[in-house]
T-cell receptor, first 111, second 114 residues
Framework: ELKVEQNPLFLSMQEGKNYTIYCNYS?????LYWYRQDPGKSLESLFV?????AVKQEGRLMASLDTKARLSTLHITAAVHDLSATYFC???????????FGPGTSLSVIP | DTGVSQDPRHKITKRGQNVTFRCDPI?????LYWYRQTLGQGPEFLTY????????KSRLLSDRFSAERPKGSFSTLEIQRTEQGDSAMYLC????????????FGPGTRLTVL
């Protein structure tokens, strides 16, 4: 059974600092997604990663994928308050299968 | 607005009543997913459709839950004989079945069972 774990579950960081969120999954997968969710809101797609070594960047966020280690990272550079949200990684095992979400990382960026 | 829409946004019901939620996906998307999310948790997969065919249903979904997608367009999720444990946010998402198959989520329906 496909399981997705995230670390840490809660993260409080100061503005201007860098940090990394980790996502581990238990079996091989075809797709890995990162989503953002603001309190009381729905999920917003950030990145989709397909292949080993894939790296995508958008603003202060950079996501990478190591399929051999079954690990994805979401790196935050020079955090700002607007990045405060919950970040989910999600994994699809095949292109015809369901998507399994991790538990989420709740990020608070403190001035 | 051409995004995913859900109706109603909020539903309060008494235990034992039946409720039905509607989801309208992005028009060109042939896949439609239903998830349930409780506070502090990630979305939990319930079921998904490709066109009008229901391809998978979670083992966690009891017989009180049923979903349909007639004609491969909008979808409905019905919960019969609601229980307090059904209180959650019910999210709908749609996607293409080919790359990029990113799921786009609707605003959700928050269900409260009293």
């Amino acid at each position: 059974e496909l399981k997705v774990e995230q670390n840490p579950l809660f993260l409080s960081m100061q503005e201007g600092k860098n940090y990394t969120i980790y996502c581990n999954y238990s079996t091989t997968s075809d797709r890995l997604y990162w989503y953002r969710q603001d309190p009381g809101k729905s999920l917003e797609s950030l990145f989709v990663l397909l292949s080993n070594g894939a790296v995508k960047q958008e603003g202060r966020l950079m996501a990478s994928l190591d399929t051999k280690a079954r690990l994805s990272t979401l790196h935050i550079t020079a955090a700002v308050h607007d990045l405060s949200a919950t970040y989910f990684c999600a994994v699809m095992k095949t292109s015809y299968d369901k998507v399994i979400f991790g538990p989420g990382t709740s990020l608070s960026v403190i001035p | 607005d051409t995004g995913v829409s859900q109706d109603p946004r909020h539903k309060i019901t008494k235990r034992g009543q039946n409720v039905t939620f509607r989801c309208d996906p992005i028009s060109e998307h042939n896949r439609l997913y239903w998830y349930r999310q409780t506070l502090g948790q990630g979305p939990e997969f319930l079921t998904y459709f490709q066109n009008e065919a229901q391809l998978e249903k979670s083992r966690l979904l009891s017989d009180r839950f049923s979903a349909e997608r007639p004609k491969g367009s909008f979808s409905t999720l019905e919960i019969q004989r609601t229980e307090q444990g059904d209180s959650a946010m019910y999210l709908c998402a749609s996607s293409l079945s080919w790359f990029p198959d990113t799921q786009y989520f609707g605003p959700g329906t928050r269900l409260t069972v009293l």
